[in-house]
């Protein structure tokens, strides 16, 4: 099993910036994608930013230039560094890691809430 420990959501005004972070844990062998989601209320969970087995960076349109991932493999911990911040950014943001059988495993969630 795989567990997934999220942090750093919190409230902040319209262009600000946060940092989340995702640290996992438990059996991790092969990961085939690790990042963020968020889901808005009413709305679907959406992929923010992931980096895939290859090692490429996968970001949604609405957050390119403004928000970065980054990890340390030492540590194995994601992190998700977030400027610009805009109103609309509000949601619940999920860890999640895929690993090599396709198995998604979700963190508890963290709130960001951007306030105008």
């Known amino acids: 099993q795989v567990q997934l420990v999220e942090s750093g959501g919190d409230l902040v005004q319209a262009g600000g910036s946060l940092r989340l972070s995702c640290a996992a844990s438990?059996?991790?062998?092969?990961?085939?994608?690790m990042g963020w989601y968020r889901q808005a209320p009413g709305k679907q969970r959406d992929l923010v930013a992931a980096f895939t087995r290859g090692g490429s960076t996968n970001y949604a349109d609405s957050v390119k230039g403004r928000f970065t991932i980054f990890r340390d493999n030492a540590k194995n911990t994601v992190y998700l560094q977030m400027n610009s911040l805009k109103p609309e950014d509000t949601a619940v943001y999920y860890c999640?890691?895929?690993?090599?059988?396709?198995?998604?495993?979700w963190g508890q969630g963290t709130q960001v809430t951007v306030s105008s």
């Open positions: 999640n890691l895929q690993d090599y059988y396709r198995t998604d495993y």
């Open positions: 438990g059996s991790i062998f092969i990961i085939n994608r």
